[in-house]
């Protein structure tokens, strides 16, 4: 077989995986025991929350993927009627900017959200962003 046959197959093989997207998995865990939460609404911004933001529902394992638009280097994550364990306020920065994550760390080594809000913790999964969320406590649902 001619190279240039060779070239032309190999190419074609290669094509469709140089067009796929990027994906990020968000995996939400119970901040409180560190089991995958189900059912759980994931809202994520990319570019730092801009407009409505792109929806996910966790599935039985707690996670929910996301194609990244091509170009966005930056994410904003968080979960729908479910309490963020990622903390407080922080001196001299807003929610938005105290929880904007890099897509490239995520695709490249992962990424673990703090928890303060339980004793659970997670190892950094390549590809996956966790994210340590709680159910409402009776009193927090009365305020919504």
Not at 9 to 22: D, E, H, I, R, T
Request: proline content about 5%; charged content about 20%.
């Amino acid at each position: 077989m001619p190279l240039s046959r060779v070239v032309l197959a190999l190419s074609l093989f290669a094509a469709p995986a140089a067009l796929s997207q990027q994906q990020i998995t968000v995996k939400a865990l119970d901040a409180r025991n560190g089991h995958p939460l189900k059912n759980v609404t994931i809202d994520i911004w990319f570019e730092h929350a801009r407009g409505v933001p792109r929806q996910s529902t966790t599935g039985a394992d707690g996670t929910a993927v996301f194609t990244v638009p091509e170009g966005e280097r930056t994410f904003l994550a968080a979960g729908e009627f479910i309490a963020d364990c990622r903390g407080g306020n922080v001196a001299g920065k807003d929610y938005i900017h105290r929880n904007v994550y890099s897509v490239d760390e995520v695709l490249m080594a992962g990424t673990v959200g703090t928890n303060q809000c339980g004793k659970a913790t997670a190892q950094p999964i390549r590809g996956t962003f966790t994210l340590f969320l709680r159910p409402l406590h009776w009193w927090e649902k009365l305020h919504d």
